[in-house]
């Protein structure tokens, strides 16, 4: 049951996950969620962590890329501040915003990982884009008010798949 929901592996946060996960599956391309995955929906300005963890991305040849659901305005001055590119609006959990930005950059779908907090969004928008998902916990609790419908479905799918194992974490990957 609930299969589509099986991300690749789980973390607790983006940034204690090392670069070397990413090299030793092939990733050439991170797709990061904003909000709630780098920062809290609030956070107008990236701090130093994720800075740093962009730099250390791009350092090690895999190029980082913000797909967030939420409006351009607020996408795109937390992406310029990074200086990485960006897609928002990206209407997850369709896939077919992040299958068109592949194909723009010709991307092979195995070179590239979708790193995000959600379930309904996250998980569901890179599987059906074929590509491998690392799902997150949130970085701080509150949520935008969007995001507390999809909570309501989130939180006992999680907790099914955690209780199954399905939760990998990454480091096993
Ligand atoms: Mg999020």
């Given at each position: 049951?609930?299969?589509?929901?099986?991300?690749?592996a789980?973390?607790?946060?983006?940034?204690?996950?090392?670069?070397?996960?990413?090299?030793?599956?092939?990733?050439k391309?991170?797709?990061?969620?904003?909000?709630?995955?780098?920062?809290?929906?609030?956070?107008?300005?990236?701090?130093?962590?994720?800075?740093?963890?962009?730099?250390?991305?791009?350092?090690?040849?895999?190029?980082?890329?913000?797909?967030?659901?939420?409006?351009?305005?607020?996408?795109?001055?937390?992406?310029?501040?990074?200086?990485?590119?960006?897609?928002?609006?990206?209407?997850?959990?369709?896939?077919r915003?992040?299958?068109?930005?592949?194909?723009?950059?010709?991307?092979?779908?195995?070179e590239?990982?979708?790193?995000?907090?959600?379930?309904m969004?996250?998980?569901l928008?890179?599987?059906?884009?074929?590509?491998?998902v690392?799902?997150?916990?949130?970085?701080?609790?509150?949520?935008?008010?969007?995001?507390?419908f999809?909570?309501?479905?989130?939180?006992?799918?999680?907790?099914?798949?955690?209780?199954?194992?399905n939760?990998?974490?990454?480091?096993?990957?």
């Amino acid at each position: 049951m609930f299969k589509k929901f099986i991300p690749f592996a789980h973390s607790a946060s983006i940034y204690e996950i090392e670069y070397d996960f990413y090299k030793r599956n092939g990733i050439k391309t991170l797709f990061m969620d904003l909000d709630n995955t780098l920062d809290s929906f609030k956070a107008k300005h990236p701090q130093e962590r994720t800075i740093n963890y962009v730099k250390g991305l791009i350092e090690n040849g895999i190029k980082p890329i913000i797909i967030s659901n939420n409006r351009p305005n607020r996408v795109s001055g937390y992406a310029n501040e990074l200086g990485i590119e960006f897609l928002a609006s990206a209407r997850k959990p369709f896939s077919r915003r992040i299958k068109a930005e592949m194909s723009k950059r010709n991307l092979d779908p195995n070179e590239v990982m979708l790193v995000g907090d959600q379930m309904m969004t996250d998980v569901l928008a890179g599987r059906g884009a074929n590509i491998k998902v690392v799902l997150t916990e949130k970085i701080v609790k509150e949520d935008q008010i969007t995001t507390h419908f999809n909570r309501l479905f989130d939180r006992p799918i999680r907790k099914y798949h955690k209780k199954r194992g399905n939760l990998v974490d990454w480091r096993n990957k």
